[in-house]
């Protein structure tokens, strides 16, 4: 049964409340202006530029809607994102939204054991930078950087 908070994961290419790319931003060795970093593993942050994920999925509500994202994958920065405000979503409905999050159900096991609620975060827009611009930033599991975490690579 759908209901209207029941995510429909439409494929990426279907999505009529996608928004298109708004050009590249400029590297110049030089980071975008943003409200916090979002570090993602390989392939994940080429993906999203591809136009290919087209959500993530987390198993907790972050606030980070009409927050602009650096978009970080492995010590590269490669473009900023805006989030959709996010839906609450079932077990259920992370499987028929795969074509969306591209999440796989062993990444789902090994990510969030014993989990059956996760939130959906659509992708509103994505700006991929000229160049990918070589960062640092501290190890460790967390999504999330402050922007004084992140530093450009010497």
């Not at 980071?31 to 198993?59: H, M, N, S, T, Y």
């Not at 492995?74 to 994102?81: E, Q, Y």
């Not at 062993?106 to 939130?119: I, L, M, S």
Request: aromatic share 8%; hydrophobic share 40%; with cysteine.
């Amino acid at each position: 049964m759908t209901t209207p908070d029941t995510p429909q994961c439409l494929p990426p290419s279907e999505d009529p409340d996608r928004l298109p790319a708004l050009g590249q931003l400029p590297a110049l060795g030089r980071l975008p202006e943003f409200d916090r970093a979002l570090v993602v593993a390989p392939p994940c942050g080429g993906l999203i530029a591809e136009g290919k994920k087209a959500a993530l999925v987390q198993a907790r509500r972050y606030y980070m809607e009409e927050e602009v994202l650096l978009v970080v994958q492995g010590k590269r920065a490669i473009g900023t994102l805006v989030l959709k405000p996010p839906r609450a979503m079932t077990l259920a409905d992370f499987w028929r939204c795969r074509q969306r999050h591209l999440v796989t159900e062993d990444e789902r096991r090994r990510r969030w054991p014993g989990k059956t609620a996760f939130y959906l975060y659509e992708v509103a827009e994505f700006r991929p930078m000229s160049a990918p611009v070589a960062v640092e930033h501290p190890r460790g599991s967390r999504p999330f950087l402050a922007p004084g975490l992140l530093k450009i690579a010497q």
